[in-house]
Nanobody, 126 residues
Framework: QVQLVESGGGLVQAGGSLRLSCTAS????????MGWFRQAPGKEREFIAA????????NYADSVKGRFTISRDNAKNTVYLQMNSLKPEDTAVYYC???????????????????WGQGTLVTVSS
């Protein structure tokens, strides 16, 4: 059973940066796509970013394109989300998720996922 553990959330002022990390247990990390989602208070969970198993193919939500960067270090079983130029509307609980296969596929639609982390809170003050 894989476990995903996020870290790196916190309070930051608008315009600031944070880097989230998600470390996975288990042997299959390097062979599966990974992604980040977020859920703001009173809103549904939404897709943010995904990376294929090699990290060479990425996909971003329009709302974060150009500001957030997803990357992964398969040797460390870790996927990262670098968040720059943060806005108050980025405030949410951020979750990492594992895809069932190596490609991003239907991850942006919230499909094809088989594991979730517990989430880490990001609060952006204005």
């Amino acid at each position: 059973q894989v476990q995903l553990v996020e870290s790196g959330g916190g309070l930051v002022q608008a315009g600031g940066s944070l880097r989230l990390s998600c470390t996975a247990s288990g042997r299959t990390f390097s062979s599966t796509a990974m992604g980040w989602f977020r859920q703001a208070p009173g809103k549904e969970r939404e897709f943010i970013a995904a990376a294929s198993w090699t990290g060479r193919v990425t996909n971003y939500a329009d709302s974060v394109k150009g500001r957030f960067t997803i990357s992964r270090d398969n040797a460390k079983n870790t996927v990262y989300l670098q968040m720059n130029s943060l806005k108050p509307e980025d405030t949410a609980v951020y979750y990492c998720a594992r895809a069932k296969g190596p490609a991003i596929g239907t991850m942006p639609g919230g499909d094809g996922l088989d594991a979730w982390g517990q989430g880490t809170l990001v609060t952006v003050s204005s």
